[in-house]
């Protein structure tokens, strides 16, 4: 892959920096975690998987502000979060948000049955167990306090949108960080680096790889910070964006008791 600029100063709204507080709370994260296991979830884990939300969502952000950019808008609409997508794989992240949204209709593929018949596309459950779907309404307030402190205006499909990804991450977050626990380990699960054909694979990150985290400790009954860091490393491809999300999430527990 060809070496990606570097990203410019921030000035203006967005110098409030971001790592300063995350605008998903520890609470709201211990109550998605709640509807994914009974596991306890420690305060640093807590805020490790605030830091890597606010990550993953701040990059996305980044990515469609170029693309409004490029078309001299300010205020961000859908069309600009694909074309983030598009521009950088690393950012394709809460996947199962796009049955549910307007804005991803035709972009997961046209279903056809054995006899040549398009599959209507899945209708929203109804079951009353929660979801990360059904919860998206409860990331509004972060998504517009990470909007604003990007110097960026949305939309409401846009906000609408991010809430549903940032949902949808943070449950798949939960679940591979509890199968973290309860398999001991990160040893089943493999890596991907983005390569371009023809270009040398780079040399692995030691200390974030998941054969350096797969030598868990702590109890059977608790999700610590290093679960969230092994379960982002599934989450997120072996990339920038991987790199980075781990680094701030270090940085956002280094004063965080475990309890």
């Given at each position: 892959m060809t070496a990606q600029p570097a990203r410019p100063e921030r000035s203006g709204p967005e110098t409030a920096s971001v790592m300063d507080v995350s605008p998903f709370k520890p609470s709201l994260v211990k109550a998605v975690f709640r509807d994914v296991t009974p596991m306890h979830v420690s305060r640093s884990a807590a805020w490790a998987a605030a830091s890597v939300?606010?990550?993953?969502?701040?990059?996305?952000?980044?990515?469609?502000?170029?693309?409004?950019?490029?078309?001299?808008?300010?205020?961000?609409?859908p069309g600009d979060l694909l074309s983030a997508i598009d521009r950088n794989v690393e950012l394709e992240v809460g996947a199962k948000w796009y049955d549910h949204s307007p804005t991803f209709q035709g972009l997961t593929g046209v279903l056809y049955d054995a006899e040549g018949v398009i599959v209507p596309s899945r209708k929203r459950s109804r079951s009353r167990k929660p979801s990360a779907v059904v919860g998206a309404h409860r990331f509004e307030a972060?998504?517009?306090?990470?909007?604003?402190?990007?110097?960026?205006?949305?939309?409401?499909?846009?906000?609408?949108?991010?809430?549903?990804?940032?949902?949808?991450?943070?449950?798949?977050?939960?679940?591979?960080?509890?199968?973290?626990?309860?398999?001991?380990?990160?040893?089943r699960f493999g890596t991907v680096t983005l390569v371009m054909s023809g270009e040398p694979a780079p040399p692995p990150f030691l200390k974030d790889s998941p054969r350096a985290l797969s030598a868990r400790k702590g109890d059977g009954r608790t999700i610590g910070r290093d679960d969230i860091l092994a379960a982002t490393t599934i989450q997120l491809f072996g990339g920038n964006l991987r790199q980075r999300a781990l680094t701030e999430a270090r940085e956002a527990t280094q004063n965080t008791s475990a309890g």
């Open positions: 939300t606010r990550t993953v969502l701040t990059e996305i952000i980044d990515g469609a502000r170029r693309a409004a950019a490029a078309e001299a808008r300010k205020k961000l609409i972060g998504v517009k306090k990470l909007l604003w402190s990007q110097g960026a205006t949305a939309v409401p499909a846009m906000v609408r949108d991010l809430d549903g990804i940032a949902s949808v991450f943070l449950t798949d977050l939960a679940r591979d960080a509890a199968t973290v626990v309860r398999e001991g380990g990160v040893e």
